[in-house]
């Protein structure tokens, strides 16, 4: 699909999905932003747990934007994949196991270029160009399942860290790839 064409799709499909109160960039209230973000999450495979992890984090706030809430999922999503990452080196450098830390190299191999990936879709972001910024998320969550299949067949002895890599970070991208729609359907319009 062209560029041009791949924009106006995006923004017709804003047209229909986001509710006209949501559609510019004044400060939302309470309710607004409850269902923004959970129009958001219901754009993730796991709307539940996004939400839970999104909520209390963006709702706090008493200056909520679109642009804020966009902000917000790149900032926590490149939170997530540091701590990934830094949790990844950890496992490497304790275990014993040859198998499981060539396993645990090769996962920190694909974090490291998510890392590279986040701070790209970063330095994208403030010139608005969403094409780019969407392909990079999409490049990322590759990354991410290429580390979840490093560990299919394998007894994952760390939960938590296999919880991390298939469950929060993954959510946590998907929530930035809607919001990233989302904002960018307010800078077409």
């Known amino acids: 699909m062209s560029y041009y064409l791949r924009k106006i799709f995006i923004a017709l499909v804003l047209a229909i999905a986001v509710p006209s109160s949501l559609g510019d960039w004044n400060i939302m209230t309470k309710p607004e932003v409850e269902k923004y973000l959970s129009d958001l999450c219901s754009q993730t495979n796991n709307t539940d747990y996004c939400l839970n992890l999104v909520e209390s984090e963006v709702n706090g706030s008493n200056d909520t934007t679109i642009l804020s809430v966009a902000l917000y999922a790149l900032d926590s999503a490149k939170e997530t ?6 949790d990844l080196e950890r496992s490497y450098n304790e275990t014993k196991d040859a198998n499981l830390k060539n396993k645990y190299l090769q996962c920190s191999h694909n974090y ?3 890392i590279r990936k986040v701070e790209l879709v970063k330095k994208t972001f403030s010139n608005g160009d969403c094409d780019h910024i969407l392909g990079r998320i999409d490049d990322t969550v590759e990354d991410v399942n290429r580390c979840s299949r490093e560990f299919s067949d394998y007894s994952f002895e760390e939960g938590y860290l296999n919880w991390m890599i298939n469950n929060e970070f993954r959510t946590r991208l998907e929530f930035l790839r809607a919001a990233t729609i989302n904002w960018a359907g307010v800078l077409l319009s």
């Open 112 to 114: 490291n270029d998510a």
């Open 81 to 86: 994949v540091d701590k990934v990452h830094e």
